[in-house]
């Protein structure tokens, strides 16, 4: 078990577009990041950047504990097309013992395979990111949304020019069924319990619910 307070550590295999943007976010943020690539130009762009990095070939177990990618938390497996490599570098890497494992899934086969051989988290950054987008476009209001799993997201809502509403008349119109966190008036976040409170152009509330609920409230106003 990991001591409480200690920092994790991070292997990133595959420098591409998504992969460094990955590693070098990490390593912004003071973890400590060791970026894996099998393409030496790649390797020495991040040189400067990540905490470690290193050329190998992830489909070779032994090349992995070369590099020290075993000695790390958490790995990130971002490979570009190969599906094959990044099924043999997954399973290298939870046989060197990695406790944690993220992969980048290349298409649906992948992500089911993927599940199959029990990584922790799948990411389908061009599918979730395509979602995302959609959602905000068919819903100008919406500026952002994090999904909390089990179908519930919290969504943050720009109220329109249509003349001020209060926080009890926006929770009328969502019949009860999606909760007000609280909304941002400027940089300034107010409790969202009170129902007089009244609501003004460009303020952004914060609701959590189950996704329809949302769309319906959203597609209201």
């Not at 060197?96 to 990411?123: E, F, M, N, Q, Y």
Request: proline share 2%.
């Amino acid at each position: 078990m990991m001591m409480k307070g200690k920092k994790r550590s991070f292997v990133v295999v595959g420098l591409g577009a998504f992969g460094g943007t990955v590693a070098t976010a990490l390593a912004g943020m003071g973890d400590e990041v060791l970026g894996i690539d099998l393409d030496e130009r790649r390797v020495r762009e991040h040189v400067d950047k990540l905490t470690h990095v290193a050329i190998a070939d992830a489909r070779d177990e032994d090349a992995l504990k070369e590099a020290g990618a075993g000695q790390h938390d958490v790995a990130v497996v971002s490979i570009g097309e190969d599906l094959e490599a990044s099924i043999l570098c997954t399973m290298n890497l939870k046989l060197i013992g990695i406790p944690t494992i993220w992969v980048k899934a290349l298409s649906r086969t992948h992500h089911r395979i993927l599940a199959k051989i029990g990584v922790d988290r799948v990411i389908r950054p061009e599918y979730d990111m395509g979602l995302h987008v959609s959602e905000t476009l068919h819903f100008p209001n919406v500026a952002d949304y994090l999904s909390l799993g089990n179908g519930f997201y919290v969504v943050n809502l720009n109220i329109p020019a249509l003349g001020l509403k209060t926080l009890g008349e926006l929770r009328a119109l969502s019949e009860g069924k999606v909760h007000i966190l609280g909304f941002m008036r400027g940089s300034q976040y107010q409790d969202g319990r009170q129902d007089d409170v009244s609501l003004a152009e460009g303020d952004r509330v914060m609701l959590l619910g189950r996704r329809d609920d949302l769309r319906q409230l959203a597609g209201e106003l």
